[in-house]
């Protein structure tokens, strides 16, 4: 069963320096049908004018994922870490047991255009951390690439959860197939571009929620660049 959510529902809030689109209840947007999806939580589509950002705030047990689409984003946080986030980097923070951050466009001149991720752990409390990995467009290109993962497979950063987050990029007569184990959840977001996943024309800002379906496939991209998030089925007993 597959079903769509398009980018005009989602939530949206303009704050002048911050215009976001949230696909889940987030802030001042609530929805109880839109709570997050599988261990799914959070998918924010920022954009932030030059020199401005997010100051020191805190989290905890969740796993957060910044993916930058345009521009660059300045992190730094209490673990010492400082760094730039720029396309085809990946970020994962573990909050863990807590952490504080900030989040900056590291331009004075031009936007950063990035998606906040955040995924519930399969288990609070554990030692908060950092990650941050590049994936060239190359091996995006027409294929997913995984780029986080339980155990940190092919080179992807690690998440506290049975979650799978593949990236893709997708133009014309390109055509990926991808299998999905029984029970196994999925949600679809395009980043932007255009394309069509089994059968179903999506455009940017579009999202699909995948149940009980055997196989994803995607095709017909006009400029896609696409996330796949997989989740396991919660564990029982």
């Known amino acids: 069963m597959i079903a769509l959510r398009r980018a005009a529902d989602r939530g949206h809030a303009n704050h002048g320096w911050l215009d976001s689109r949230h696909t889940f209840s987030f802030a001042d947007y609530y929805d109880p ?11 924010n589509e920022d954009r932030v004018a030059p020199a401005m950002g997010f100051g020191t705030h805190p ?56 998606l906040q991720i955040w995924i519930e752990p399969a288990q609070r409390g554990v030692q908060p951390g950092y990650e941050q990995k590049h994936f060239p467009h190359e091996e995006k290109r027409g294929r997913l690439r995984l780029v986080a993962s339980p155990d940190g497979a092919q080179g992807s950063v690690a998440i506290h959860q049975q979650a799978w987050v593949h990236a893709l990029l997708l133009d014309g007569g390109e055509r990926v197939a991808h299998p999905l184990p029984p029970g196994n959840l999925a949600y679809v977001h395009v980043a932007r571009g255009a394309l ?42």
């Open 33 to 43: 049908q839109e709570m997050g999806f599988g261990s799914l939580r959070v998918i």
């Open 59 to 114: 989290h905890r047990d969740m796993e957060i994922i910044s993916y930058v689409l345009a521009g660059a984003l300045e992190h730094r946080d209490s673990l010492g870490t400082g760094s730039v986030i720029r396309p085809g980097d990946v970020q994962r923070m573990s909050a863990g047991t807590g952490v504080t951050h900030s989040e900056f466009n590291a331009s004075r001149s031009e936007p950063v255009h990035f």
């Open 196 to 237: 069509v996943v089994n059968g179903q024309a999506l455009g940017p800002g579009d999202g699909l929620k995948v149940t009980a379906e055997a196989e994803l496939t995607f095709e017909q991209g006009r400029g896609a660049e696409v996330l796949l998030f997989q989740m396991a089925p919660p564990a029982h007993g």
